[in-house]
T-cell receptor, first 114, second 114 residues
Framework: KAGVTQTPRYLIKTRGQQVTLSCSPI?????VSWYQQTPGQGLQFLFE???????NKGNFPGRFSGRQFSNSRSEMNVSTLELGDSALYLC?????????????FGPGTRLTVL | AQSVTQLGSHVSVSEGALVLLRCNYS??????LFWYVQYPNQGLQLLLK??????LVKGINGFEAEFKKSETSFHLTKPSAHMSDAAEYFC????????????FGSGTRLLVRP
């Protein structure tokens, strides 16, 4: 079974631009979560989707948004990029409720904002 | 709010020595607890988890952790370190009311000396 895939793996943008990151979960997994990983803040929860519905959202500004499609693939979008948005963005899929089921992580998208 | 504390951002051990990585959580109700490992340039991989039942949990690669409610701890151990264990380890918790998200600790980087 293929793992979680994230595209692109690396991205360089400039301040003020917007970016869209993509995540394909493991086949059959309907829950997709997004996390931001930075050296200073560590791993922070962005949001979780299940069957195209956002069930929970972390403490991030409205510039961060996401969506999930009917095939469970998910995208996250960051508008008006800031230098502080430079991070590794990790996507994770789960067969059920991610609170107590294993989450399977993708390799991440490394975003650099110049 | 739920929080996780990992004591020691870096832990260094000799190959063959005991590995002990510490994790404490703050919750009035015992949460679900997880340990994940992250190798360089990769996503996170689940080592083990505690939801209910036996408080000593065995995971992959010879790791185990013990849930101690009275100490609000979930320390990770391995009797004998291997060079391949060098990685970053994250403790995570979630609320039992299915909040659909994990709260991660700041991580501990394990260094294994030959």
């Amino acid at each position: 079974k293929a793992g979680v895939t994230q595209t692109p793996r690396y991205l360089i943008k400039t301040r003020g631009q917007q970016v869209t990151l993509s995540c394909s979960p493991i086949s059959g997994h309907r829950s997709v979560s997004w996390y931001q990983q930075t050296p200073g803040q560590g791993l922070q929860f962005l949001f979780e989707y299940f069957s195209e519905t956002q069930r929970n959202k972390g403490n991030f500004p409205g510039r961060f948004s996401g969506r999930q499609f009917s095939n469970s693939r998910s995208e996250m979008n960051v508008s008006t990029l800031e230098l502080g948005d430079s991070a590794l963005y990790l996507c994770a899929s789960s067969p059920g409720v991610p609170s107590y089921n294993e989450q399977f992580f993708g390799p991440g998208t490394r975003l650099t904002v110049l | 709010a739920q929080s996780v504390t990992q004591l020691g951002s870096h832990v260094s051990v000799s190959e063959g020595a005991l590995v002990l990585l510490r994790c404490n959580y703050s919750s009035s109700v015992p949460p679900y607890l997880f340990w994940y490992v992250q190798y360089p340039n990769q996503g996170l991989q689940l080592l083990l988890k505690y939801t209910t039942g036996a408080t000593l949990v065995k995971g992959i690669n010879g790791f185990e952790a013990e849930f101690k409610k009275s100490e609000t701890s979930f320390h990770l151990t391995k009797p004998s370190a291997h060079m391949s264990d060098a990685a970053e380890y994250f403790c995570a918790v979630s609320e039992v009311d299915s909040s659909y998200k994990l709260i991660f600790g700041s991580g501990t980087r394990l260094l294994v000396r030959p």
